[in-house]
């Protein structure tokens, strides 16, 4: 999966673009979705206090993140399982328009479950790529 400048905009829009030139992808991704998932978290709490203007912010923060998300993925070297990503990523986005409209936390807390799972895989990959170190003779 590439990260390409929308999904550098969409970290940068959450606010910790500090990080960004230090990190690798792997590391990219994992604070997309830690923006993701916090954004997410303000617009439920947004709707069950019924503030309506911060919801708005917090589910367009949200799904700028997730289109930048789905334009960095690489379809060529990703194959199906980007496309699935793909999917997952506009079946989420329009939820969460649906949820803006009838101000309906639980299906943030729907989306916020999909996106953690993703975001599970995301913080299990470090560990998988990293090389098993290599037995030194006696």
């Not at 079946?91 to 409209?101: E, I, N, V």
């Not at 995301?122 to 560990?127: A, D, F, G, R």
């Amino acid at each position: 999966m590439a990260v390409n400048k929308k999904a550098l905009n969409a970290y940068r829009s959450v606010g910790v673009a500090s990080a960004v030139p230090y990190a690798d992808r792997v590391q990219l991704v994992q604070m997309l979705f830690d923006g993701l998932l916090a954004a997410l978290a303000d617009a439920e709490g947004h709707i069950q206090r019924n503030d309506i203007a911060g919801k708005g912010e917090a589910i367009s923060r949200a799904s700028k993140i997730i289109i930048g998300l789905q334009g960095s993925l690489d379809y060529d070297k990703g194959g199906e399982l980007a496309r699935n990503l793909s999917d997952l990523y506009d079946y989420c986005t329009r939820r969460l328009l649906k949820a803006s409209l009838r101000n309906d936390a639980t299906i943030i807390q729907e989306v916020r479950g999909l996106l953690n799972e993703i975001n599970s895989a995301w913080e299990l990959l470090p560990s998988l790529l990293k090389s098993e170190p290599v037995a030194m003779a006696s």
